[in-house]
């Protein structure tokens, strides 16, 4: 094949310095008490370490998750009204479990409800809220399992609004992980709804104000997400915490981490793992911001169009996480067509960067896409162009 050919398909230059560094090594996670445990980092979208990811358990408290995300899902489409009063039936009244107390025939706003249901883990708020987005529990339960299938949630089986024990329920840490990803995602104006150290409802008694994360009252980085417990889940917690980020612009950011664990032996031991791996992951890793949110990684030339060239780029931006003292060493490379032709449309993949690590491990790979469309030209554009084509 002809260089020149094989140029035009090939990995294009480094965006970031490719000076060698020693080899790293992955580095060692903590040694934990709980059974199974996960971390991601969600600015980059990458898991620093993981046990027992797909073994099957109840969900416990961790079903009030997906619960969660019905509710806020209503609540920006506009289904539920933030300050829309809601009847608590006898059923809700009657719910086993941890409760915010509010008895039956009660009328309750949507807020004061939500906050019962995040801060709280109430039993009585799921059901109340699972009656109003879908009529019934039971209608409740199947839209749980519908949107868990839509999330990619496959070993995933909701029962009840609730994650009170019942035969058949189950889930698993890969699954939780993903719908605590989606959350986060889905609903950034309600993230400080699961930070909440304390709520309790005007009218229940002076008890179990507390949100059961122990780590909001430890740790100020940690914001979310949920405490759960069951027979089989044991002690378990999902934590987000977040921390500077690096950038290679020297502009500010942020960097967030997830950590789930399940199957401690008690409170404390569920918040120590926690706060171990927390502590390791952004201890351990560094996450670097090779490209902001919309900027150009590479400008391209385009055939046919009323622009020369065309911007590629990602709409989040590009973040990594590579081991402790090892961004230098990061390289990318673009894997794009042979030849663009216009007309080109924002948000047209057209390439991927794939970001390597100094040892040329594949970290990454992330689309590119149009940044600004690209018309086509008029007649006397595109036959100036196709002659010159047809030269080459």
């Known amino acids: 094949m002809p260089f020149r050919l094989m140029r035009r398909w090939a990995l294009a230059c480094a965006v970031v310095c490719a000076c060698a560094t020693a080899a790293a090594q992955s580095p060692t996670p903590p040694e934990l008490t709980s ?33 969660a995300y019905l509710v806020l899902d209503a609540l920006k489409s506009g289904q539920l009204r933030w300050d829309q009063a809601l009847p608590v039936s006898e059923l809700a009244a009657s719910a086993p479990g941890p409760l915010m107390f509010v008895p039956a025939g009660a009328q309750v706003p949507v807020s004061e409800l939500v906050q019962g249901l995040l801060v709280q883990s109430g039993n009585d708020a799921a059901v109340v809220l699972a009656e109003a987005v879908s009529g019934s529990s039971e209608r409740f339960v199947a839209q749980m399992n519908r949107q868990a299938q839509a999330l990619g949630m496959g070993a995933t089986r909701y029962l009840n609004p609730t994650g009170e024990s019942q035969s058949g329920q189950v889930t698993t840490l890969r699954d939780t992980a993903q719908l605590a990803m989606r959350v986060w995602r889905d609903f950034p104006t309600r993230q400080a709804l699961w930070g909440q150290a304390r709520y309790r409802w005007a009218q229940a008694p002076q008890v179990n104000d507390a949100n059961p994360n122990p780590l909001l009252a430890r740790d100020p980085s940690v914001d979310g997400l949920m405490a759960a417990q069951g027979e089989a889940l044991r002690w ?37 793992d926690s706060q171990k791996l927390l502590n390791w992951g952004f201890g351990a890793f560094e996450a670097v911001r090779l490209l902001q949110p ?3 990684a590479v400008s391209l030339p385009v055939w046919m169009g009323q622009s020369p060239t065309v911007d590629l780029g990602h709409p989040e931006g590009v973040v990594v996480t590579v081991p402790m003292g090892s961004a230098a060493g990061v390289r990318t490379e673009l894997v794009r067509p042979q030849r663009l032709l216009a007309p080109l449309l924002r948000g047209q993949v057209l390439g991927t ?13 992330y689309p590119l896409s149009v940044l600004q469309p690209v018309p086509q030209a008029g007649v006397w554009g595109r036959g100036w162009d196709a002659l010159r084509l047809w030269v080459q």
């Open 236 to 272: 378990a917690l999902i934590s987000t915490a977040k921390r500077p980020l690096l950038s290679v612009g020297g502009a500010p950011g942020e960097r967030r981490l997830l950590a789930l664990v399940w199957g401690a032996t008690s409170d404390d031991d569920r918040a120590r």
């Open 294 to 296: 919309g900027q150009a």
């Open 35 to 67: 059974t199974a445990h996960g971390l991601w980092d969600l600015s980059s979208g990458q898991r620093l370490s993981a046990r027992g990811l797909d073994t099957p358990v109840e969900p416990g408290g961790w079903a009030k998750l997906m619960t």
């Open 353 to 365: 960067l794939r970001v390597r690590s100094a040892q040329g491990v594949v970290i990454q790979e």
